[in-house]
Structure formats: structure tokens, C-alpha cells
């Protein structure tokens, strides 16, 4: 499932939350909340979670100037309302050079 679609019209609504999770994961690596929407906005879904609860979720990449950024997200689609659980820059200890692909 291709969560995106869901999560633009959300966003630009304002219909959304941040999870305390992923504040306080982006204060301390030092995130701007601008930079954590633009990847929901015109990053890529590299992985999707339809299993979540209580709502889908999905992670996605983009790049803040040329670091790369990760946002795992969750949207209510009934209600039209997203969630932001959390925020962080990928390692290659766990991700390889694409940043997409999860080390086995």
C-alpha cells in the first residue's frame, strides 16, 4: 500500500501529530520539523507496514540538504489524520548505500 496518497492531502490539512517519539528523537539529533515533512511529502515509501495498529504505516526517505533522512509515519484514513512516529538519519551500519535497503 502506497501510503503517500493518503498522507499529502493530511499534511497540507494540517491533520496531523507528532508523536512524542519523534520530537524528542528529533530534538536530540538535531531535526528541523520542516525537513521531517518534506520527506512526507517528496520523499520515496521504502517500506510499508499495512499490519500496524491501529493504523497502516509507512517508511520513507528523503535527503535534508545531503544527509539522508528517515520518517516512519501512520495514517488514519478514515478520519484523514497522520501520525509522525519517528524521525532519524540512516546508518550504513543498518542500511546499505541506497539507504533503502535494510542490512540482513
Known amino acids: 500500500m502506497v501510503l503517500q496518497e493518503h498522507l499529502k492531502p493530511a499534511l497540507s490539512l494540517k491533520r496531523f501529530?507528532?508523536?512524542k517519539h519523534a520530537?524528542?528523537?528529533m530534538s536530540e539529533r538535531g531535526i528541523a520539523q520542516a525537513?521531517?515533512?518534506?520527506?512526507?511529502?517528496s520523499g520515496e515509501q521504502?517500506?510499508?507496514?499495512?499490519a500496524t495498529t491501529p493504523y497502516p504505516s509507512a517508511l520513507f526517505l528523503g535527503f535534508n540538504?545531503?544527509?539522508p533522512?528517515?520518517?516512519?509515519?501512520?495514517?488514519?484514513?478514515?478520519n484523514n489524520w497522520a501520525y509522525i512516529?519517528?524521525?532519524?538519519e540512516p546508518d550504513l551500519e543498518h542500511f546499505e548505500p541506497d539507504y533503502k535497503t535494510r542490512k540482513r
Open 17 to 19: 501529530e507528532w508523536r
Open 23 to 25: 520530537l524528542e528523537r
Open 35 to 41: 525537513a521531517a515533512l518534506n520527506v512526507l511529502i
Open 46 to 50: 521504502i517500506e510499508a507496514y499495512s
Open 65 to 67: 540538504g545531503s544527509k
Open 69 to 78: 533522512l528517515h520518517v516512519d509515519a501512520a495514517i488514519d484514513i478514515e
Open 85 to 88: 512516529i519517528t524521525v532519524y
